[in-house]
Every structure is written in structure tokens, then in C-alpha cells.
């Protein structure tokens, strides 16, 4: 059925916010405009109320990560060695994570889950919508979305530390991720070889195989990076092997955000709201995000989810515009911006006729903390309801 938003103010992201109406039909935006009519739509009338396209977290691990059953219990790491690339989120995501209604009720929609940051090469990341289902798989928009992968503390401490075994350092961590691609060039070369002379390939690796889809820039590289050499390692690593980048985390980014802007390098920033729980952190600061929107660099926001549950994003802005970011960039940040980075610009991240009806309906501007999404639809079905 169709469904049809009336007298809402509408903000498009895109464009201008107004004051219109929204036809939701088969799950896309079919029209948006103001005086919109539709025999036998159901209506709703959402007048004095603020609609949005649903939020994006560019960088999560709801689901692997679970809320209410104990840190032991999850998922996100396979911290047994330091090259995991073919391991994937999909396979351990869990659909009934209580975390997901709460995220619905922070108008979140849609999220990037990645492994966790202890290997140098984590694994597989996938992005999904929070379609109201038990089936994983009909979550899923797009599996693989990129490898992820980690610089910095978190490999140091879980091999230092714990295995007592490379990598123990920076340097360490930088030469297993070169490696791994010099080991993933070899192989497909190996592969091209007997295509070449009509041999059957039988070498087959599927730790090298997702490096390839690396090398071939079907996937791009999620680097995990706080501090501003780390980033800087993520990038001299990108451009040895030429393979798309996207900076996780970029505590430190505003310190060389010029260096970022030309070299084209997208980040997804965050959190930036919470306690400084390691040396890398100690710079975190609250006008990041100003200062890489004012540099035009594409940056998204994440919560980092559990560090900051989902249902906060909302708050994360509201803290980000008080230290003097636009709202319009923040906006972006969780939507077109994220939509960008993850390559699905074409299906959410703004209201636009053709795109998924995927949208949150709040009481007040999320900006304000006493706002709530108050109905959210993923493709036209609504997914939650807080009447």
C-alpha cells in the first residue's frame, strides 16, 4: 500500500527544508512536494513534525557486539592472527540484538558493521539496513563492503602484549599489512598466468582472494587510525598499492586535514563524544568536524557503536554543533555524506524521488534532546513506532 506523509517540514538534505508532503509506493520515494494527493494511499498527517531520511553510521559493530550479554561473548575480533581477511561480519551478526529497536529510535537506519581493530587485517565489513526480519541475509545491502583493517595501539597490545609476537609495534603492523598485498600482487599474477596459458588455477587462497577484490578496487580498505602518523601510514600504504581508502576513526585528521583534502581521502570521524581511554585519544577534539567540513573534506560521523549506542546519534551532533560546526554539515555527516563513502548515494542518504523510502519521522529537530523518532520506515514498511 501506498503510504502518504502530509505537513511535515521536510528536509531533503540535498536541498531546502520545507514544509510538504512525502508519497511512499513499493518502497521508494515516488513524489515529494507539497499538496500531494494519492487515491487509496493511507495518509498520515505529520504535521508539526520533522522528517528525515534515515541515519547512516558509516562505521558500527552492532549486532557483533552484543548489548546485554557480557563483553566474552562477542563476536567482532577473531584475535588469533594477525591476518583474518576472510573472515566476515555476516556470519556473526545477530538480527535480535536489542540495540537494534534502540537504534531505530535514534532514527538510525542503516550501518556499516566492520570487524574490530586488534588484527593489522581484520576482515570482511558489511553494510545493513535494520529491515524488521530474522533473516540476515535480507538485512544485507552489500557483502563485502570493504576489509578492514588496523594501525596504531590496538594490534601493538594484542600481539605485544599478549601473543608476544608481530606485530609488537608500529612498524611491526605496517609491515604485515605490506605483506599481506606483496603476498596478494603475487598471487595474481599466479592467477592471471594460467588464465593466460588456459590452465585450470588451483592455488586457490580466500585470505588472498579478498585482498584481491582490494587490489582490483571492488572493496575499498577500512583503515582504523587515531593518531595523525598512523593515518599517515594508512595513506603511504594506499598509494604503495594503489587501493581505495577510507580513514577510520581520524582522531587526530584535523591536524593534517590539508594533507587528507589532497590526497582525497575520505574519513569516517568518531566518536568525539566520550572519555579519553587511550594515548591515542588524548588530542580528540570537538571542533574536528568543523574543521574538516570547512576544509571540504568527506567525512562522515560514526558512534562507534557500543562505545556510543547508536540511539545517541543525535546527541554526538547536538555536541559537535556546539563547538561551532554547521548544522548542515553535521546533517550530511549521517546521511548523503555516509551514504557517499559506503557507495549508496544512489539509494539512501537524502529524500529524492527514486530513492528507498527509508525515513524517520521525529517530535522535534534531532537537535533538540528532548526529540525522538516517533515512526521510522526502512523501504516503506515501518519498522518502529513509538506511538
Known amino acids: ?58 562505521h558500527s559493530h552492532i549486532g557483533i557486539y552484543e548489548e546485554g550479554v557480557g563483553g566474552y561473548y562477542g563476536d567482532g575480533n577473531e584475535a588469533t592472527d594477525p591476518l583474518t581477511p576472510d573472515v566476515s561480519v555476516v556470519d556473526a551478526f545477530n538480527p535480535q540484538d536489542t540495540a537494534i529497536k534502540r537504534a531505530l529510535s535514534g532514527g538510525v537506519t542503516t550501518v556499516m558493521v566492520v570487524p574490530g581493530s586488534a588484527n593489522p587485517v581484520g576482515g570482511q565489513g558489511a553494510i545493513f539496513k535494520f529491515k524488521k526480519t530474522l533473516i540476515v541475509d535480507d538485512m544485507v545491502v552489500r557483502s563485502p563492503a ?16 599478549g601473543f608476544k609476537k608481530t606485530p609488537s609495534t608500529r612498524l611491526g603492523t605496517a609491515a604485515v599489512i605490506r605483506g599481506y598485498f606483496q603476498k596478494v600482487r603475487a598471487y595474481m599474477v599466479k592467477k592471471k598466468a594460467a588464465e593466460k596459458e588456459g590452465k585450470p588455477f588451483t592455488d586457490f587462497d580466500p585470505k588472498l582472494e579478498v585482498g584481491e577484490k582490494v587490489l582490483r578496487k ?24 594503489d587501493f581505495d581508502l577510507v580513514i577510520e576513526h581520524a582522531t587526530e585528521g584535523y591536524k593534517i586535514v590539508d594533507f587528507l583534502k589532497e590526497n582525497n581521502v575520505p574519513v569516517v570521524l568518531g566518536p568525539i563524544f566520550g572519555f579519553r581511554t587511550k594515548l591515542e585519544l588524548k588530542d580528540m577534539s570537538y571542533d574536528a568536524p568543523r574543521i574538516l567540513n570547512e576544509k571540504g573534506v568527506l567525512a562522515a560521523f560514526m558512534c562507534d557503536h557500543p562505545v556510543i549506542p547508536l540511539e545517541n546519534t543525535n546527541v554526538q551532533l547536538g555536541v559537535a554543533l556546539r563547538y561551532g560546526s554547521k548544522e548542515e554539515d553535521l546533517l550530511k555527516m549521517v546521511t548523503i555524506n555516509a551514504a557517499k563513502i559506503l557507495k549508496i548515494d544512489e539509494r539512501v542518504g537524502s529524500l529524492e524521488v527514486g530513492k528507498d523510502a527509508d525515513i524517520a519521522i521525529w517530535t522535534k529537530h534531532p537537535f533538540n534532546l528532548a526529540a525522538k523518532a516517533e515512526r521510522v520506515f526502512i523501504e516503506g514498511e515501518e519498522v518502529y513506532s513509538d506511538l
Do not use: C, W
Open 1 to 58: 500500500m501506498s503510504i502518504l506523509l502530509k505537513n511535515g517540514t521536510i528536509y531533503p538534505i540535498t536541498s531546502e527544508s520545507f514544509v510538504g508532503d512525502i508519497l511512499m509506493n513499493k518502497g521508494k520515494i515516488e513524489r515529494i512536494g507539497q499538496g500531494l494527493e494519492e487515491p487509496g494511499a493511507e495518509v498520515i498527517d505529520v504535521s508539526g513534525k520533522y522528517v528525515f531520511p534515515g541515519f547512516i553510521d558509516a
Open 146 to 161: 570493504g576489509l578492514k583493517m588496523a594501525t596504531g595501539e590496538n594490534p601493538k597490545r594484542v600481539y605485544g602484549e
Open 218 to 241: 571492488e572493496i575499498p580498505a577500512r583503515i582504523h587510525a587515531h593518531r595523525q602518523d598512523d593515518i599517515l601510514t594508512a595513506i603511504r600504504l594506499s598509494k604503495e598499492f
